[in-house]
């Protein structure tokens, strides 16, 4: 079955349902995460995974330029 | 920590290319917008996290998805999403979006705001970290509006790169709130030495906010839920 469009015709205002089955449509279960070990967990904790001082949740890599 | 929804100074601030069109106010067309987004994404079966996920059956602690994190907002924002364990985090959490901006408009990122999401892809909080946990340059709460009005004015880009984009506009308010919050606790946990703050271990939040889209979604447009 085709799914009707999502398309938001612009200058109209949204409705309540509109809103609610736009966002029921997008929840979909996640794939599960798993497990750490806990030398790993140690290793992140420190913030120098593999000792090359990476922060747990930086952005990991070297700066890019706006004039790439 | 609750950071209060009062930022009128802030109103003046919308960038002057998204004003607003056909009876819609600027907050109603970024609204808009993230909901033809999600149109898309529902037609897909999808949602921001799957799309960042590319197919990923199993997520690796700490892994970036994805692996060479997002670039939008014309290359000036920067986002990935990734999973881990930790005392602190909420069990209800699958993992987050950590958002990153230029400082000062270089080469040198940092560290914005992050965004907690559900087991079905749905944000449920929002939060700053200390400098540690990010590394990078201290993001001031100053910059905050000259670089969401850049993202404002941004061409849209790939599906979830707009998705992101316009669920910061939505709650940029919000993340303004969070970031002059985050500011005031390390001034209160270190009042004469703040940059000692960055580096302790013992401080990982710094700020935060459970959010709810449903409802900034209905809020924006003026509707309200049945009860």
């Not at chain 1, 420190?46 to 952005?59: E, W």
């Not at chain 2, 059956?57 to 290359?75: A, L, V």
């Not at chain 2, 400098?131 to 905050?144: H, N």
């Amino acid at each position: 079955m085709k799914h009707k469009t999502g398309k938001v015709i612009m200058g109209a205002t949204l409705s309540l349902a509109a809103i609610a089955v736009a966002i029921d449509h997008t929840q979909h279960k996640l794939p599960e995460v798993e497990t750490i070990t806990s030398d790993e967990q140690d290793m992140m904790d420190s913030g120098t995974p593999c000792g090359l001082g990476v922060a747990p949740c930086s952005l990991g890599e070297e700066s890019d330029s706006l004039e790439d | 920590m609750t950071a209060l929804k009062t930022s009128t100074s802030l109103q003046t601030n919308i960038p002057s290319t998204m004003q607003p069109v056909a009876g819609l106010s600027q907050e109603q067309l970024w609204a808009s917008r993230l909901v033809d987004c999600m149109g898309q994404m529902g037609n897909q079966q999808t949602n921001s996290v799957l799309l960042a996920l590319d197919g990923s059956k199993k997520i690796k602690p700490y892994q970036r998805y994805p692996e060479t994190p997002y670039f939008f907002g014309d290359k000036h924002w920067r986002a990935f999403y990734h999973s881990h364990e930790a005392d602190n985090l909420p069990q209800a959490e699958h993992g987050h979006y950590h958002f990153f901006t230029r400082a000062n408009d270089g080469d040198e990122w940092s560290h914005v705001i992050a965004m907690g999401m559900d087991d079905y892809g749905q944000p449920t909080r929002l939060f700053t970290t200390n400098l540690w946990v990010t590394d990078g340059k201290w993001f001031f709460a100053s910059q905050f509006m000259t670089q969401i009005a850049v993202l404002a004015n941004s061409q849209d880009g790939a599906l979830a790169t707009d998705w992101l984009k316009y669920v910061l506009l939505l709650f940029q308010y919000e993340i303004s709130d969070l970031l002059i919050a985050r500011d005031n606790r390390v001034e209160r946990l270190f009042p004469r030495h703040q940059e000692q703050c960055f580096l302790d271990r013992s401080v990982y939040y710094l700020s935060e906010m459970k959010i709810n889209l449903n409802k900034q979604l209905l809020d924006i447009f003026g509707l309200q839920q049945d009860r």
